[in-house]
Nanobody, 115 residues
Framework: QVQLVESGGGLVQPGGSLRLSCAASGSSFGAMGWYRQAPGRQRELVATITRGDSTNYADSVKGRFTISRDYAKNTVYLQMNSLKPEDTAVYYC???????????WGQGTQVTVSS
């Protein structure tokens, strides 16, 4: 079955960096991406990447975050630089299966930006 396993979250000071990873298994995947949900707020898109490596970012993270993927490892990454307290949230990996476009979610990883 399809599994998405995230890693790399943690506590970081403002201005710091973190790199999230999401290892996907159980299928071939098309678009992959990262979403986040802060307490009391709806889940929102952070960044997506297609199988052709086209990327899309939320305005709030443009210029600070970079999404990438390793096809051999079926893994998507989110490099987060210049982190701000407002980036604090649970970050979720999302992946669509390549042929049926069924979406799957990871379990989430906590990112906390605080001094």
């Amino acid at each position: 079955q399809v599994q998405l396993v995230e890693s790399g979250g943690g506590l970081v000071q403002p201005g710091g960096s973190l790199r999230l990873s999401c290892a996907a298994s159980g299928s071939s995947f098309g678009a992959m991406g990262w979403y986040r949900q802060a307490p009391g707020r709806q889940r929102e898109l952070v960044a997506t990447i297609t199988r052709g490596d086209s990327t899309n970012y939320a305005d709030s993270v443009k210029g600070r975050f970079t999404i990438s993927r390793d096809y051999a490892k079926n893994t998507v990454y989110l490099q987060m630089n210049s982190l701000k307290p407002e980036d604090t949230a649970v970050y979720y990996c999302n992946a669509e299966t390549r042929w049926t476009r069924q979406p799957y979610w990871g379990q989430g990883t906590q990112v906390t930006v605080s001094s």
